[in-house]
């Protein structure tokens, strides 16, 4: 549909493949040793692990529907449906939670999307194109970091968006309805998952109608028509439930356009490409005030290397996008221009409504839903532009997939030798599990939260049996007044109870400390600290009291 022939595409049967689909399947071991050396290093995170309120109690999902008289969860926001709580409750049945269950699933997934985009870019490229575009995202820093730790969460948005063009495009090679009637049906529940994977929905739909309008007038038939429809409304249908319940509240939350913040956009975007947007919000940036020094093997290794190639940030795949839009004329006539302009339109159309929309596209996790396609537009142009270089084509290709592609590995490092070095920022902390276990030796006693960041790790690590308690919402006004103190009074008047907070250089959200002191020295309390949890490098994090008069 939009590659050039069969031929070229280098879908040729028996022994021309293998070694094709072996250097591919090397390329996916490596993305997903990455991901597992990473692992370890941050805490649990709150929107990481968001799907436990799904499964444990104390319950918070937005909409459920009964099942044989049980509820079965269907959104957990206006905007973010249940499906990954669905994903995960089978395998946190036999798998006590950790960093490890959690983490080594959405690296399997991201490995998963990395092979079919392999088996898409054989179809629309030529195999050094395809080989080109597996390597380039296997060690992409944005792609690895967000796919490990699954915040956003995009690791099933960018899953269901490559099966779903794979689907169709198999469906265009084969007329196959069943490839039709699944990629809608994928398509359906990467928008039940996350209803802003409509940008990217909008973007395929664009990049599809200028590359293969041919291809789709064909396909435009009632009964294709009628199957994609049903499909892709079985797999959206608990999103439109919720929405027709709400009065359309998703769709009114979501649209609205503003210029507002457009530098900061930009330069996330930009970040976002270079790898460098995450240091700092994930781990403690250097200059770190206390460091700790490599514990084993791996981990001198990586400090070593880091220190050796300079603590290299950023990684040189925008510039790759920006040369690979200069060599889009020079491309025109070849077969390289489909595909080119296919991830062209794509990525102009969902980062344009990602950049006009208000109060989105300011994040990582937002831009780097628009992955894998850049990868694709690059490895066409290199590709086709190698093919013009005659012998010298294919080494040339090599040279430069293979400098973006180190250079990103060592990006990549950056953040595992500061997570050494260093540890993990804010709310990634890893003295998260500290406090798990010191709550977990307080048997019985109710734990009142009092910060964000912290409810959804205990929740999930404890499976729901450990008594919590939300307790922010009064800290939250800049003039309490009475309404806000009998609510502190409350909880603090319950006998037994234990209350979470962040040391003051930690708070999530800021000043909630001091508004706390105030409002209970208001009341005639005072905080009795029974614990301060460290990290694993000595920082102070959280703060475990009682309330004395």
Not at 380 to 399: D, E, H
Not at 428 to 439: C, E, R
Not at 458 to 479: E, K, M, Q, S, V
Not at 495 to 521: I, Y
Request: charged share 15%; aromatic share 10%; net charge positive.
């Amino acid at each position: 549909m939009l590659g050039g022939e069969r031929v070229q595409n280098g879908d040729l049967p028996g022994r021309h493949a293998q070694p094709f689909e072996s250097v591919a399947l090397l390329l996916t071991l490596t993305f997903v040793l990455t991901g597992l050396c990473l692992i370890p290093y941050p805490g649990l995170q709150n929107d990481e692990v968001l799907f436990a309120g799904a499964l444990y109690a104390p319950g918070e999902v937005l909409e459920s529907i009964s099942v044989f008289k049980k509820p079965l969860p269907t959104m957990l926001m206006g905007y973010l449906g249940a499906l990954k709580a669905w994903l995960y409750a089978p395998i946190l049945a036999i798998w006590q939670p950790s960093a490890w269950s959690v983490r080594l699933p959405v690296v399997l997934l991201g490995a998963c999307t990395l092979w079919l985009f392999f088996r898409l870019s054989r179809r629309l490229l030529d195999r050094r194109g395809a080989l080109a575009a597996c390597a380039l995202l296997a060690a992409d820093t944005t792609f690895v970091i967000t796919t490990t730790f699954d915040w956003g969460p995009v690791v099933l948005q960018r899953l269901f968006a490559v099966a779903g063009v794979w689907l169709l495009v198999r469906f265009h090679d084969t007329y196959n309805r069943l490839y039709l009637g699944t990629a809608f049906l994928v398509l359906g529940l990467a928008l039940w998952d996350k209803a802003l994977f409509g940008w990217i929905l909008a973007g395929l739909a664009a990049a599809a109608a200028c590359t293969a309008p041919g291809a789709i007038r064909r396909a435009l038939g009632w009964r294709n028509m009628a199957l994609a429809l049903a499909c892709f409304l079985i797999g959206v249908s608990p999103l439109i439930r919720h929405t027709w319940r709400t009065h359309m509240d998703t769709l009114h939350s979501a649209v609205g356009w503003s210029l507002e913040g457009w530098r900061g956009k930009l330069h996330v975007a930009s970040s976002t490409l270079d790898g460098s947007s995450l240091i700092g919000y994930l781990t403690v940036d250097d200059p770190a005030g206390r460091s700790g020094e490599p514990r084993n093997a791996l981990e001198r290794l990586s400090v070593a290397v880091d220190t050796m190639a300079g603590r290299p940030r950023h990684g040189w795949l925008g510039y790759a996008l920006g040369l690979s839009l200069l060599l889009l004329p020079l491309l025109w006539r070849s077969p390289a221009r489909r595909p080119m302009l296919f991830s062209l339109v794509l990525l102009l159309v969902a980062w344009g409504l990602m950049f006009l929309g208000r109060g989105v596209g300011g994040s990582s996790h937002h831009v780097s839903l628009l992955w894998p396609w850049p990868h694709l537009m690059i490895a066409a142009a290199f590709a086709g532009a190698s093919r013009r270089l005659g012998r010298a084509g294919v080494p040339a290709l090599i040279l430069a997939v293979g400098l973006i592609s180190v250079k990103a590995l060592l990006a990549t490092n950056v953040h595992l030798s500061q997570y050494i070095r260093n540890g993990a920022a804010g709310s990634w902390t890893d003295a998260i599990h500290g406090l798990s276990d010191y709550l977990g030796t307080q048997p019985g006693k109710q734990v009142v939260v009092l910060d964000w960041g912290v409810l959804e790790p205990l929740r999930l690590l404890h499976r729901g049996r450990l008594p919590l308690i939300w307790g922010a919402d009064p800290l939250r006004t800049a003039a309490p007044g009475p309404d806000e103190l009998r609510l502190l009074g409350e909880m603090a008047g319950q006998p037994g109870r234990l209350f979470v907070s962040h040391t003051d250089s930690h708070e999530q959200f800021a000043g909630v400390n001091r508004q706390l002191v105030l409002m209970l020295d208001s009341l005639g309390l005072r905080r009795d600290v029974l614990k301060v949890i460290p990290d694993s490098h000595g920082r102070p994090v959280y703060e475990v009291w009682a309330v004395r008069r």
